[in-house]
């Protein structure tokens, strides 16, 4: 049944869907200079007379990967090491030829590369590298005891740390992962000593680093490229000759650049696209701008749309689990067993595996933070019904009350605050959560985090960070005022004072 | 009205009754005594049908209580226990009148039983919008009786009903209590440890221990001619027989009359 109530909820999720369908959708990872080309994408296509979204930022190479098999999205900005090493690792494929030919067996097209590269190389401050002279990648095996940040992503690839170690031998253990914008504040504030950085990032000229020679050869040619989906051609006619105008247009100066206009001068990455699209093409593409409250209020109202929804569906499949599991013990505890574990399911693992069911944006997001709403309501119901009294549910019983009538008559009635409780928990807890939705592209009060994450923008990451905290409040509140209402004024009193006894 | 035939119950492996046969005659007052673990609350709770027998039967008004005929039979019966067991959310007319509710009372006929019942156990007007937190033991005493006796019973079953109460409220309630019981004449079947409060009560005493009974008759017999050493080392073992005795006697006499 549970299956069932979750099944139910998911296509209740994926109908309510609010967005309008646009007839293509560009995609583009969370780093600055995926995002620029895909906006830059975006306005292209858009200014050839199709109607286009940009779903920009999402979290992960794999995320992309699977929503353009599946045509959450078209088309988006990738690279031919990440291709050929991570996305097509297990083909071994020699040479770009041969991946041509393996993404066109999955129905997806690959650009003529767009003109620069954006290659991995590890990076040390001038003074660490000074310090210890360090060229190369090899002079690392001396100084066992530096400390190295990498990107997540980069510890788990095929093509990222793994290999490097095997290939250079390199003996550092002390190893952490953290986010790749984190980390040159990292390496400037000497917390990490060597991290790894994409060679058009414009932090490396703003921070005066040194990067280490590749003396071995590990890091593959990363060069740009679009992929997008070959139906294109009939869905969308004159579409992917738009998109392969990039082709060849793109010089590395060019695209560190760009980034550097956007992380180090602070214009957006729409106005760094329009800039690209006046400077290489001769586009003159409107930028558009939307006022502070007019965003505020469009992610308030996604964010809300995320929260209210899979917290409703998370009423309704919880309460009734939470009062299932009360009345057979033994089905209880495999209830809240297996919420339990879904809850320690990381958040954008969780988002993953939801990705090829569900697609990217509004769907996954409501179904994992339905998942994760279940726990604290399931919980909170379980336990406020067996915390009642035996000597009430038995006079209960014996009053001659049915047993729905006892659920409805008294047993629910005085699990109504222990309940409420655990609604409140959820909607506190979903209200965080639902900000990482903007990893797979729901956007709400996470889109602006995650830019100022990307940005080093501290103003920009308040942009999401308050108002998502001022919405958990405002639920805190609203539950409290709520509890006036729903929890019977008899449990509401404190005990008598001793008073005359008759 | 009430009768237990070859009853046996074991709670995990532990014998709590082992072959009761008891009879509880319509309209008198049953009291069931003996050290705690003897099986009298046992007794009360399979009546109740809160448990099943292991073996053996026990028969409400001339039928076996069974799965089919358990609400009915207990839409028969009132029910009261030691902390009264009101249900804390709802005010004492919410708790009294809940289930002539479910049962579709009219609004008219409920309040006019349920004053009633207010002026039979002398619950004060003042009180009969509070919660069960803002009443005294006493008063929430005599609210659980008036949900007992709503739907006017047949078999009253009372659990250490005065238990909880100190001793001076504890006697006022006896005393009101016994009246109440005797002006409607009840078949009523009550637990309690405590023997003056079982003399008090009971035109019947059914002594029991490790789940049998032992012996039963009226407070005079057991108190006089205990039949066998467990008896009178449990009459001893309480305070002051000769007095119990006494009032046993001067409480029987009404009655006999």
């Known amino acids: 049944m549970a299956l069932g109530l979750t099944l139910l909820v998911l296509s209740l999720a994926v109908a309510a869907e609010p967005a309008a369908n646009p007839s293509l959708s560009v995609g583009s990872k969370k780093f600055t200079e995926s995002v620029i080309l895909g906006e830059a994408l975006t306005l292209l296509l858009a200014d050839g007379g199709f109607q286009v979204a940009h779903r920009a930022g999402l979290g992960g190479t794999r995320i992309l990967w699977g929503a353009l098999r599946s045509g959450e999205i078209d088309a988006y900005p990738e690279y031919t090491g990440t291709l050929l090493r991570e996305i097509l690792a297990e083909r071994a494929l020699p040479d770009l030829g041969a991946l041509r030919a393996a993404l066109a067996e999955q129905g997806i097209r690959m650009s003529a590369p767009l003109g620069f590269e954006n290659t991995y190389a590890l990076a040390v401050t001038e003074a660490t590298g000074a310090r210890l002279g360090l060229e190369t990648i090899s002079d690392l095996r001396a100084h066992p005891d530096l400390r190295l940040g990498f990107s997540s992503e980069f510890l788990d690839r095929g093509d990222g740390w793994p290999g490097l170690k095997v290939r250079y031998r390199l003996p550092q253990t002390r190893v952490q992962g953290l986010d790749h914008d984190l980390a040159y504040r990292g390496l400037a504030t000497g917390r990490i000593d060597v991290t790894v950085v994409y060679t058009t990032d414009a932090e490396i000229e703003r921070y005066g680093l040194r990067l280490l020679d590749d003396d071995r050869g590990y890091f593959d040619d990363y060069q740009a490229v679009l992929l997008y989906r070959a139906d294109l051609a009939e869905r969308a006619p004159g579409a992917a000759v738009l998109l392969r105008r990039f082709e060849g247009l793109i010089s590395e100066p060019v695209m560190a650049s760009l980034n550097g206009r956007v992380k180090l001068d602070g214009i957006s990455e729409h106005q760094a696209a329009v800039e690209l699209l006046q400077e290489r093409l001769g586009l003159a593409v409107e930028a558009e701008t939307v006022g502070f409250w007019q965003r505020l209020w469009q992610r308030t109202a996604e964010h809300l749309g995320l929260v209210a929804v899979s917290l409703s569906a998370a009423i309704l499949v919880a309460v009734p689990l939470g009062i299932v599991a009360a009345r057979r013990p033994r089905l209880g505890q495999v209830l809240l067993g297996v919420t339990g574990v879904l809850q320690t399911v990381p958040s954008l693992a969780l988002f993953v595996f939801l990705i090829p069911l569900l697609g990217i944006g509004w769907p996954p997001s409501v179904a994992a933070l339905f998942v994760y709403s279940l726990l604290p309501i399931l919980r909170n119901t379980h336990a406020g019904l067996i915390d009642i009294p035996r000597p009430i549910r038995e006079s209960a019983d014996v009053i001659g009350l049915t047993p729905n009538a006892r659920l409805r008559l008294v047993e629910l009635p005085l699990a109504a605050r222990a309940i409420l409780a655990g609604i409140k928990t959820s909607a506190v807890l979903n209200v965080g959560t639902a900000t990482l939705a903007a990893l797979i592209g729901a956007g709400g009060y996470g889109q602006p985090i995650l830019t100022g994450i990307r940005l080093d923008d501290v103003g920009l990451i308040m942009q999401g960070a308050v108002p998502a905290a001022g919405l958990a409040l405002a639920f805190q509140g609203l539950f409290e005022f709520g509890e006036h209402w729903v929890v019977p004024r008899g449990l509401r009193l404190r005990p008598a004072t001793a008073g005359p006894q008759d | ?257």
């Not at chain 2, 207990?74 to 009101?86: A, D, F, N, P, S």
């Not at chain 2, 002398?122 to 006493?138: K, V």
């Not at chain 2, 078999?155 to 006697?171: C, K, M, S, W, Y």
Request: glycine share 8%; proline share 5%; charged share 25%.
């Open chain 2, 1 to 257: 009205m009430l009768r237990y035939l070859g009853v046996r119950k074991q709670y995990s492996g532990q014998i709590a009754l082992d072959g009761v046969d008891l009879d509880c005659p319509e309209g008198r007052t049953s009291v069931l005594i003996g050290p705690s673990g003897c099986g009298k609350s046992t007794l009360l709770r399979l009546a109740a049908g809160l448990i099943r027998p292991d073996r053996g039967g026990v028969w409400f008004e001339g039928a076996p209580l069974a799965a089919n005929n358990l609400r009915a039979a207990r839409l028969r019966m009132g029910y009261m226990i030691q902390e009264g067991g009101l249900f804390p959310h709802l005010s004492v007319r919410g708790n009294v009148e809940l289930m002539a509710r479910e049962l579709g009372w009219p609004a008219e006929r409920r309040r006019a039983r349920f004053s009633e019942l207010a002026e039979l156990v002398r619950l004060p007007a003042r009180l009969w919008e509070r919660y069960p937190l803002e009443l005294s033991g006493g008063q929430r005493q005599r609210a659980a009786l008036m949900r007992a006796l709503m739907l006017d019973p047949d078999l009253i079953l009372l659990d250490e009903p005065l238990g909880a109460l100190d001793p001076i409220i504890r006697v006022e309630l006896q005393r009101e209590l016994a009246a109440i019981f005797a002006r409607l004449h009840k078949t009523v079947l009550m637990v309690t440890h405590d023997l003056a409060e079982a003399v008090f009560f009971g035109d019947r005493l059914v002594l029991m221990r490790a789940g049998c009974v032992v012996q039963q008759g009226s407070a005079q017999a057991l108190l006089q001619s205990p039949a066998e050493a467990f008896v009178a080392d449990f009459v001893n073992a309480q305070r002051a027989p000769q007095r119990l005795l006494a009032e046993a006697a001067e409480h029987m006499r009404p009655a006999d009359v």
